[in-house]
């Protein structure tokens, strides 16, 4: 028989449930979701549609059939984590990848700790990551948006990896930025390559804005992620330009607002406390621009949330929020 646990007054009731907060959570992600299909066409609505469908109904399976629990797929996290390891994907992936990347997003990052609220690492996160390293071929693989109607896609590279090959072969990255003809306001309204979730700025940046209004989540991990990118690479791109990008190129290149906006704010994988917030939010960026700087891989920013996944038990021990009623 399990034991109920009553912590000691006062109790604060809130109207607010996991299924309201995924709710609010899909709303913000709508705009993103919509100019992916807009851009990709029928691929990616295809590709969004077994992402979800898959993520759904092995909650539904495992919950009841492994863990013989009631089905918790009411709460709409499963959604969420479907939509978001849509938008890591590109486009062409084939849909027997997607479906092995909800498996482990679902049943080992999430549902193997025992389901929403007890996981350690992000579930989309983790799935897109194992996709990487297992299937790097069709996970590396880019093509230019072709539109809702478009013509046959054309392979291209992200402008972090063109970046990457650039430096590679001792072209400078003014150099590099012109021949490519990359420019910031196309990497804010529609990005050039890259994952579903990168095409628009723009349309994370409001979907993020929905969840401050709607107090969904506070504005301290995002927010220190962004400063530390921009302060980090304006002090290696004050050092050698040629060598190194710009703050702005960095914020809007690759998934860092994808992952700054919505996987790093996840209530379950980000420390309780404010401060313990902020800390973890400058692990990010800094782990970030390391990565996109000095790794193989030409973007960080998964492995760098993962990684400060790994250090909340930490942040929470040593950053407290202040204990109600205490000065």
């Not at 007054?9 to 992600?29: C, E, F, G, N, Q």
């Not at 979701?33 to 990616?44: D, K, R």
């Not at 921009?230 to 994808?258: C, H, K, V």
Request: proline residues 5%; aromatic residues 12%.
């Amino acid at each position: 028989m399990s034991k109920l646990i009553v912590s000691p007054s006062p109790h604060i009731h809130s109207k607010d449930s996991t299924r309201s907060l995924m709710l609010d959570v899909v709303i913000a992600l709508l705009p993103a979701v919509i100019c992916s299909f807009v851009f990709y066409g029928l691929q990616q609505i295809l590709l969004m549609a077994v992402s979800v469908a898959s993520c759904v109904l092995l909650e539904w399976s495992i919950t009841r059939f492994l863990m013989k629990k009631p089905s918790t797929i009411g709460d709409l996290s499963a959604v969420v984590t479907g939509i978001l390891l849509a938008l890591n994907l590109p486009y062409t992936t084939p849909f027997w990848v997607v479906i092995i990347g909800a498996v482990v997003a679902m049943g080992v990052a999430k549902l193997s700790f025992g389901g929403i609220g007890q996981n350690i690492w992000n579930p989309a996160l983790v799935g897109r990551v194992f996709l990487l390293v297992s299937f790097p071929t069709y996970m590396t693989t880019w093509y230019q948006p072709k539109g809702l109607f478009g013509a046959d896609a054309i392979a291209t590279a992200t402008p972090l990896s063109a970046i990457q090959e650039g430096l590679m072969q001792g072209a400078s990255v003014q150099d590099i930025m012109a021949g490519n003809g990359y420019s910031y306001s196309q990497m804010l309204f529609a990005n050039l390559g890259g994952s579903a979730g990168e095409v628009c700025a723009l349309a994370l940046l409001a979907g993020f804005v929905y969840l401050l209004c709607r107090r969904v989540i506070k504005p301290w991990i995002t927010l220190s992620i962004f400063v530390t990118v921009a302060l980090t690479s304006l002090i290696f791109w004050g050092i050698n330009p040629e060598r190194f990008t710009d703050p702005l190129f960095n914020l809007l290149s690759g998934g860092l607002i994808l992952g700054a906006c919505f996987m790093a704010t996840d209530y379950v994988t980000s420390p309780m406390s404010t401060l313990g917030g902020v800390v973890f939010g400058v692990g990010i960026g800094f782990l970030t621009v390391m990565i996109r700087y000095f790794g193989s891989y030409p973007e960080g920013v998964s492995f760098a949330i993962l990684i400060m996944n790994s250090v909340v038990p930490l942040l929470n021990m040593w950053f407290k929020q202040k204990k109600f009623g205490r000065k």
